[in-house]
């Protein structure tokens, strides 16, 4: 949830830096905002009696030493699925900085909304995906761990229609109804990957595992605004090449419903080979 609730505030206020001023000035207001908002959080959260307690817990009868940074890896290495979850949330991620960085530009582009107008439509799908995001880990929490890649062939086939219809669309309503649709949608996968870490990671090792994801997601998926820009410059025309680039957006979500097949058929033959016990491992 925070994740979309940041970048709602995030296209708007930015966006309004760099045209009122430079892009110089967006980067100073996000140093800003980290040094006065980020780093004092991050200093109270740190319970620093737990961390003392947890390094001294080996010398402590009756206590179980931390894993070795080196056994720490190996357990997140072993996790069962880990290259289907790790192309499931660098699909995801590509999903949102492609079109997070590209969809200020579409607006005002391709379809010459004005910056305030912008900044508004801009805003609604990730507000929307703030509140999916929820439903979708309410979603979760009910169901068995074997069905939870349903979230994901439900949210990604829900974005790509959603994605189709905004390409085509040409009426203002519709296209906002789009964005807003296909960022619902998207928002419904934020629960389900740290879900499936936790379900298939080992116990000792399930941060270090999402760590991991996460981290090689972001490297991969930092490459979508490039490809989505290269598409884009491509195009004969503003609108054609902003339909290439949001369509490498279909694309991201393509990856991520095939993935889910895979993890639904691999849940169900796991699920039938252990006698109808549900497990992912």
Not at 45 to 71: D, H, Q, Y
Not at 223 to 239: D, E, H, K, N, V
Request: a positive charge; one cysteine or more; proline letters at 4%.
């Amino acid at each position: 949830m925070g994740v979309s609730g940041g970048v709602a505030i995030g296209i708007p206020l930015i966006t309004w830096l760099v045209y009122s001023w430079d892009w110089h000035s967006s980067f100073i207001a996000l140093a800003f905002l980290n040094a006065v908002i980020g780093l004092p959080l991050i200093y109270f959260f740190i319970n620093r009696k737990a961390s003392r307690a947890s390094r001294t817990a080996g010398n402590v009868p009756g206590t179980t030493r931390l894993n070795s940074v080196g056994e720490t890896i190996r357990l997140a290495f072993s996790t069962p699925r880990l290259t289907a979850i790790l192309l499931v949330e660098i699909a995801t991620l590509a999903y949102l900085w492609g079109s997070s960085s590209w969809l200020p530009s579409y607006l005002l582009q391709a379809e010459h909304f004005s910056i305030a107008n912008m900044g508004i439509v801009a805003s609604m799908p990730f507000i929307t995906a703030v509140a999916s995001g929820f439903l979708g880990g309410y979603i979760i929490d009910k169901l068995p761990p074997r069905r939870v890649p349903v979230i994901f062939l439900v949210g990604s086939l829900g974005t790509v229609i959603s994605v189709l219809m905004l390409v085509a669309s040409q009426a203002t309503g519709l296209i906002a109804l789009s964005l807003i649709a296909s960022q619902a949608f998207w928002g419904l996968h934020g629960s389900a990957i740290p879900t499936l870490v936790q379900h298939n990671s080992p116990k000792a090792a399930v941060g270090s595992t999402y760590g991991f994801i996460n981290g090689v997601g972001n490297l991969v998926s930092a490459f979508m605004p490039l490809a989505m820009g290269a598409a884009i410059g491509a195009g004969a025309t503003t609108r054609g090449g902003f339909v290439a680039g949001f369509a490498l957006l279909a694309g991201t979500q393509v990856i991520t419903l095939c993935v889910a097949l895979y993890l639904l058929y691999r849940g169900r033959a796991v699920d039938t080979s252990t006698g109808g016990v549900a497990t992912l491992a």
